[in-house]
């Protein structure tokens, strides 16, 4: 059985479709062990919890982690809490019920610095905690030193390779069809690399803009194109994963 964990930082309705797809098979012999968000209120973490087993889930958000106790340092001394303090605290939660065999970022709305991957790419150890996070319905297991071999993550991004990259993507491809600019858009499902929604991309699938639609109807569009890529993404990876 492989574990895949889920970052999210919203609805989670991509969440939804992995979930549905690891019960009915669609992504065979795969399970969810843990779904993470950065927003408390995350509608994501609901759908997690409802899940029929219900699926552990953990939750960090940003501002809160960078307001705690300064950390202390080598010489003696402590520094305030920074980003990448962050970044690492996340790795450390994705591996510290046991190492997963994949991990999706479905809606996760943060971009992750470079020592994130370096822990999940095992080229630096996995840090110590800092804080605990306020709650976790998941149970603490041995967490390894270091990560071997690498755990791929993957990214679901509302728009083709190379346009878009970055937050909006829907808004600012729906603005620049009606400026004349592009006559269509889609989506990607792509490896994470240090540059943002820049990684290969596993499955893309282009989506028509029609003339006269609502950004709404555009973006319902859109997300059901989703729902199916990230299962098919995911599938794919986890089968070249021996
Ligand atoms: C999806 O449209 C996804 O492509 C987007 O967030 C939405 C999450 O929806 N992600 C990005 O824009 C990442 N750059 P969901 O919470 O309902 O799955």
Redo the contacts with the bound molecule.
């Keep these: 059985m492989k574990n895949i964990v889920v970052l999210?930082?919203?609805?989670?309705?991509?969440?939804q479709a992995l979930i549905d797809a690891c019960a009915s098979s669609d992504i065979p012999d795969a399970r969810i062990s843990l779904v993470i968000s950065n927003r408390k209120a995350a509608f994501?973490l609901v759908r997690a919890q409802s899940a029929t087993p219900p699926i552990p889930t953990d939750y960090l958000a940003l501002a809160p982690f960078l307001k705690g106790p300064e950390i202390a340092t080598d010489d003696g001394s402590t520094r305030p809490r920074t980003r990448a303090d962050y970044d690492l605290q996340v790795a450390r939660m994705v591996v510290q019920h046991g190492r997963p065999d994949l991990i999706v970022?479905?809606?996760?709305?943060h971009i992750l610095s470079p020592e994130f991957l370096d822990v999940l790419e095992g080229k630096t150890a996995v840090p110590p905690p800092i804080q605990p996070a306020p709650e976790t319905s998941a149970s603490t297991t041995a967490t390894p030193a270091r990560i071997s071999p690498k755990i791929p993550i993957i990214?679901?991004?509302?728009a083709l390779p190379g346009a878009f990259d970055?937050?909006n993507?829907?808004q600012r491809a729906y603005d620049a069809f009606q400026a004349g600019e592009i006559n269509k858009t889609g989506?990607m499902v792509h490896y994470v690399v240090q540059e943002v929604?820049r990684g290969e991309p596993i499955v893309v699938k282009e989506i028509e803009i029609k003339k006269g639609e609502e950004l709404k109807e555009l973006e319902a569009r859109?997300?059901q194109v989703?729902h199916v890529a990230i299962v098919e993404a995911t599938k794919k990876v986890l089968e070249g994963i021996s």
């Design positions: 999210i930082s919203g609805s989670g309705s991509n969440l994501g970022l479905a809606g996760w709305m990214n679901l991004h509302p970055g937050a993507a829907i989506i929604d859109i997300h989703e």
